[in-house]
């Protein structure tokens, strides 16, 4: 699975792909990330020379229509788009590409899922102010995503919750013991030692389910759990 990710802070990405799991999978090459800076297209009167020796490249305008804020303009963005197409050499490459909106669809794991199944490359345009100009997104055909009912800064965040959670879905990047737990019944409780823990002159037990041995006691009991939370 390889990741192409538009971006205008291809930095903002540095932490997290190096660390962890997914540090490990691009390092076995399970999977890949790949960047471009829609600044790096910038041509025209959108960029200027300093005397300094400086080059500003401006990647925004004013909206029409007037409000607040501005817009990532549509040029750069698809510019920086054909080049990551032309970087996919896989002739049997099966491209998907994702805007980000508060208004899209839903990001979940059952999207991971079917996107490992359905495609060997994925596009994440990251959008930044008051986002991209519309015609990017129906020029390519891109879906819009949600990771929930809110707003954040950019398109940086729900960027890399895609590539953490499309990845785990991509075999051999988890282990052998971190796949079986994938599939299991997971809780809104966890526990671990000690049995008894002291606070501040108070006991806090581990519930006694989980050092039953039971299986399907303690399965039933993470099911309820879920239900109440």
Avoid at 12 to 41: G, H, M, Q, T
Avoid at 147 to 171: C, F, H, K, N, W
Wanted: glycine share 6%.
């Amino acid at each position: 699975m390889q990741f192409h990710v538009i971006t205008l802070f291809p930095e903002s990405f540095d932490s997290y792909l190096k660390e962890s799991i997914l540090a490990r999978a691009i390092k076995e090459k399970k999977i890949k990330v790949s960047f471009y800076n829609p600044r790096d297209f910038v041509t025209g009167k959108y960029k200027k020379v300093w005397p300094d020796g400086n080059v500003s490249r401006v990647v925004d305008d004013r909206p029409y229509g007037g409000g607040p804020g501005m817009i990532i303009r549509a040029e750069p963005v698809l510019k920086a788009v054909e080049k990551a197409v032309k970087k996919i050499t896989n002739k049997k490459a099966k491209i998907k590409i994702i805007n980000f909106s508060p208004s899209g669809k839903k990001f979940t794991t059952e999207y991971a899922k079917t996107s490992v199944k359905k495609y060997t490359d994925i596009i994440l345009l990251c959008g930044r102010y008051e986002g991209i100009d519309a015609r990017v997104e129906k020029i390519l055909k891109a879906e819009a995503i949600s990771i929930g009912d809110y707003v954040v800064t950019g398109g940086e965040l729900p960027a890399m919750i895609l590539i953490d959670s499309i990845a785990r879905q991509v075999q051999g990047v988890l282990g052998k013991f971190e796949s079986l737990e994938e599939e299991r019944v997971s809780s809104a409780e966890f526990y671990t030692r000690p049995e008894i823990l002291e606070y501040k002159g108070k006991k806090y037990k581990v519930p006694k389910v989980l050092l039953s041995g039971n299986h399907k006691d303690i399965e039933d009991w993470k099911k309820s759990i879920n239900k109440k939370s």
